[in-house]
């Protein structure tokens, strides 16, 4: 299959579990594993902001590290642009935060709500140029279906 025809597999999944439950949590989590299981990422999972900064969630993976601040590591640049990051090989990204050093490439999305970051979808991969313009546009129809899932007020 191929990178296309993947995403355009897991959509109705992804569909499908979230429907009808609202709970954020519990979406991320099955999110990061239905992503993580079919495409072998290395890291697969999800920051929400609270108080202020990017706390870990919801991940498949090495351990990480919990709290990123706004402006900081891939993760905390796309939260600032409010844009999907995709970084072709880690090491070129000033900033870049190794929480493991096995990984190379990386693509973080945000997720908004209402015109405000609630949180980003982090993926990272062993190869360099793992993410391209396909993994963007997928991941980013992914995070809409979650963040359209989450009834919560803000
Ligand atoms: N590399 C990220 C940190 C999070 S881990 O990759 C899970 C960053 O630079 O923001």
New binding site residues.
Partial sequence: MTKSEKYVSIIPQIRSVISGETDMIANMANVAAILHEEFDFW?T?F?RVEQGTLV?GP?Q?PV??TR?AKG???????WQRQETVV?ED?EQ?K??????SE?RS?I?VPMLKSGEVIGVL?I?SRELSCFDSTDQCYLQQIVELLCSADLRKK
């Fill in positions: 890291w999972g920051y870990l991940f993976g990480a590290c990123i900081r590591g891939v993760c905390g640049t796309a970084v880690v990204f900033g870049h935060i190794a929480c493991s990984s990386e973080v982090d990272d």
